[in-house]
């Protein structure tokens, strides 16, 4: 076993632990609760190791980055998330690889998502992100719909050829008034997700928390935590 084999399977031990012990503390199933580890700027190397440790969902959020990591592992079996702000030019790119966008939050975004889904017959997973600091209709700071736009955006992406309305997701805001409130922040997106589905009932994802806040987002009922820094360190500054 290599030094990094033997550093990641330690850290995600400790992650495991911590998921199991959030779960117990919440009187819900591990299983519950699937761990997302967020590769991004760690290289192929990393995600193949995490693979052989048993991790088969992973992460990124820059299409540059991503794309020939994915092409380089395709080989594995894992399912691929984009978490990144997605510009509607790197669709294409992003459809080719990806099992479910988590950033959807417009309806441009639908639509060049379905166009390109339905060219490369692919079915893609989205997860509506919600700006919980975002007014009654505007987009929040790192992206995502207003809680008032859900509603319309989820019926656009129901509605939309080659795209599966998966449910929610959403970062602890940093302003407004959850700032500070991370418990808080996710329970109003649980409520968001009941809402959700009573119209679409099959859309029952609930992605949030990430390595600082995945207690109180497995406590809130969240189906699916993001975790790159306790997986696989603290990263590199990008130049």
């Known amino acids: 076993m290599t030094d990094r084999n033997a550093e990641l399977a330690v850290n995600l031990a400790k992650v495991e632990e911590r998921i199991a012990a ?7 199933k591990r299983e519950e609760v699937t761990l997302i ?10 995600v193949r190791i995490l693979s052989g440790l048993g991790v088969r969902h992973v992460a990124e ?8 990591k994915a092409a380089e592992c395709a080989d594995l079996p894992l399912t691929w998330h984009f978490v990144g702000q997605l510009q509607t030019n790197k669709v294409r790119s992003v459809v ?6 988590q950033s959807v939050d417009r309806s441009k ?36 719909v207003a809680p008032g736009g859900i509603e319309e955006l989820a019926a656009l992406v129901a509605g939309s ?31 968001l997700s009941t809402d959700l589905r009573r119209a679409h009932p099959a859309a029952n994802m609930v992605s949030a928390g990430m ?12 189906t699916h935590v993001r975790v790159g820094t306790a997986v696989l360190g603290v990263r590199p500054r990008l130049g």
């Open 109 to 144: 975004l639908v639509d060049a998502l379905s166009r390109e889904a339905v060219r490369a017959g692919r079915e893609v997973g989205c997860l509506l992100q919600v700006a919980l600091d975002a007014g009654a209709s505007e987009r929040g700071e790192r992206g995502g």
């Open 161 to 191: 050829p080659g795209l599966r309305l998966d449910g929610l997701m959403t970062v602890a805001p940093l302003t407004g008034e959850y700032a500070g409130r991370r418990r808080a922040a996710f329970e109003r997106l649980m409520d």
């Open 61 to 68: 959020n820059r299409d540059q980055d991503a794309a020939p």
């Open 211 to 222: 390595s600082a806040d995945l207690e109180e987002a497995v406590a809130a009922g969240a």
């Open 22 to 28: 959030a779960c117990a503390a919440a009187g819900r």
């Open 37 to 46: 580890v967020v590769t991004k700027t760690y290289p192929a190397s990393d």
């Open 96 to 101: 080719a690889y990806a099992d479910l966008v």
